[in-house]
């Protein structure tokens, strides 16, 4: 199963009395920070029982007469639930406490190990129980994801984002290379239902490491959106922001070739260099290797160059690792190939990590990560169907050096793609709108709203303030409006009309406290064109519906005397 962390978008700044930069930001640096070291903890110790859990799995499958078929089906089990569960699980990090959320998947996945347990000691389990019993393993890992992601910015540090992101790639790179290995003893020692106990009371662990982080939740509101409707409003908000589809252009153009590595390297093993299971074990070894030694490095590389120059040095380092692999047969150069492959696949992630990160605010955090891991998982699992039927259908060595190709040939994405200036804009919330007195107060669920300003301009500015209003539009758009348009006065040709609609009253809310600085900047761009006296007029207005429902409501509510 591959999962994702991502880091924090935080101040790079520091004050007359901060350590060194070295200490600030080193590769280690956030594991100086205690909540940090508890959640990496936590995040590491899920990540090995997962990786446990399928070596298990497969194991009682096998041992149960099951076929080759059921036995693959462990890891389509694994990983399909964080293809199937990322929109949501990203909504609901968004929405709930955080920390309590985390406490909720743990604890579902320490039923899930604990049932496992229970069942093969027993001698009750079956192949199907199996497979039910590591789907809902990897339900509870796929809905953990965001949350673990969106809690390593509070809790990394200031200054670390690189090096928080490195650090929770390590933890998947290093539970894929211990964690089978670990399985594998503790089968051969004991049992595979003392290992699913095993597995159950490291999750327990987990679960006392979670209570100690602290989770401020998300922000306050009135009217907490609904599960679904944040859904919508994160898909929203990935449509109408350029930084993150380019984020998710980037992941998907990117692993539709490394995809090659992962698939193909149990070929490998097992097949021209004739290492078996120790051999594919050791060459994963090498890959978690790589991995850590490419988090050691990754921090002073981002603090020396762009974000699109590592990924793009570390997809060509991949894509030559990936064709020494199509011709070497000796292990220890395979071992060479993998560990940089390792190191480059993790310099990759991590910034694209870094870049999703950087490119959402706190109050979508979640849902854009979510969108990340979905392109991730989704184009691991499409990847690894077609090189392997490539592999099938040619060679080993075809595959490779076609994964090759295109992951060079992915590096033209970097022209209509760019993650350039993602690390600008300023995503912190603006403070400076007010809500609007009104005589009647809309209800939170009243809508659809309809909002107008209007603006005067002289001939001159047009084409620029139809730029600029053009850029906020999308911002109304991302941010939740379903419709906007703008519009010229016929009559007056200096009146200009922008009009956008909100599904409801409380969304419309939402779409002023989602607003950041960056946006402000961008309003405030827009309104300078406006000649006329004072601010741009605005107004609110309400569906006739539901304005008289409104209406209806203060009317009962002065009959009855109240305030």
């Keep these: 199963m591959h999962a994702f962390a991502v880091a924090s978008h935080m101040n790079n700044t520091t004050t007359a009395t901060s350590p060194p930069e070295s200490s600030q930001s080193g590769p280690w640096a956030p594991l100086r920070e205690r909540q940090f070291r508890s959640l990496w903890s936590a995040f590491f110790g899920s990540q090995l029982v997962v990786w446990m859990n399928t070596v298990g799995a497969a194991t009682v499958i096998a041992t149960l007469g099951g076929s ?67 789907f809902s393993l990897g339900a509870g890992m796929a809905a953990s994801i965001p949350t673990f992601q969106s809690l390593t910015p509070e809790l990394a540090g200031p200054g670390r984002l690189a090096a928080g992101v490195a650090l929770n790639s390590v933890a998947i790179n290093l539970a894929r290379a211990v964690g089978p290995a670990l399985a594998g003893v503790v089968i051969a020692v004991v049992s595979a239902g003392a290992l699913f106990a095993l597995e159950a009371a490291g999750v327990a662990a987990i679960i006392a490491l979670v209570l100690s982080l602290r989770s401020p939740g998300p922000a306050a509101d009135e ?18 922001s350029p930084p993150v589809r380019a984020v998710l252009v980037r992941a998907l153009v990117f692993v539709a070739g490394a995809s090659a590595f992962w698939a193909l390297l149990p070929v490998v093993a097992f097949g021209p260099l004739e290492l078996g299971a120790s051999g594919l074990g050791v060459l994963v070894g090498c890959a978690g290797a790589g991995a850590i030694a490419g988090a050691t490095l990754l921090p002073r590389l981002r603090r020396r160059t762009t974000l699109d120059l590592a990924v793009s040095f570390g997809t060509v380092g991949l894509a030559a690792a990936v064709a020494v692999l199509a011709f070497v047969h000796e292990p220890v150069l395979a071992g060479v190939a993998t560990f940089a492959a390792g190191a480059a696949w993790l310099s990759v992630l991590s910034t ?12 979508v955090r979640g849902r854009a990560l979510a969108a990340f891991q ?63 007195v009104l005589p009647i107060e809309p209800a939170a669920g009243d ?59 409380s969304e419309h809310l939402r779409q002023h406290r989602r607003m950041t600085v960056a946006d402000l900047d961008v309003e405030r761009r827009a309104k300078g064109f406006h000649v006329g006296p004072g601010e741009p007029e605005t107004r609110h207005m309400l569906a006739a519906e539901a304005a008289l429902r409104a209406s209806n409501r203060v009317t009962r509510t002065r009959k009855r005397g109240d305030p």
């Design 352 to 363: 694209l990590n870094t870049a999703a990160q950087l490119a959402a605010p706190d109050w």
């Design 68 to 134: 080759p078929t059921l036995v693959a089906l462990v890891q389509t089990a694994t990983s399909l639930p964080a293809v199937l569960l990322a929109f949501l699980a990203g909504a609901v990090t968004d929405i709930v406490d955080r920390r309590r959320l985390l406490l909720a998947t743990q604890s579902w996945m320490l039923i899930s190990t604990a049932t496992a347990a229970t069942l093969t000691l027993a001698g009750a389990a079956t192949p199907v129980s199996i497979l039910l019993l590591t």
């Design 447 to 505: 809508g659809p709203v309809l909002v107008t300003l209007e603006y005067r301009v002289r001939e001159d500015d047009v084409l620029a303030f139809a730029a600029a209003m053009e850029e906020l539009g999308r911002i109304r758009r991302r941010d939740g409006a379903r419709q906007w348009r703008l519009y010229q006065e016929l009559e007056d040709r200096a009146c200009w009309l922008e009009t956008f609609i909100v599904d409801s009253w």
């Design 223 to 240: 009217a907490p959106e609904q599960v679904f409707e944040a859904m919508r409003a994160g898909a929203r908000f990935v449509r109408f």
């Design 374 to 436: 979905f392109s991730m998982q989704g184009g691991l699992a499409a990847g690894a169907l077609v090189w392997g039927l490539v592999a099938d259908g040619f060679s080993v060595e075809a595959a490779f050096l076609s994964a090759a190709v295109v992951l060079l040939v992915s590096l033209a994405a970097r022209g209509r793609a760019s993650l350039i200036g993602i690390e600008e804009p300023d995503l912190t919330p603006a403070t400076a709108w007010t809500e609007p």
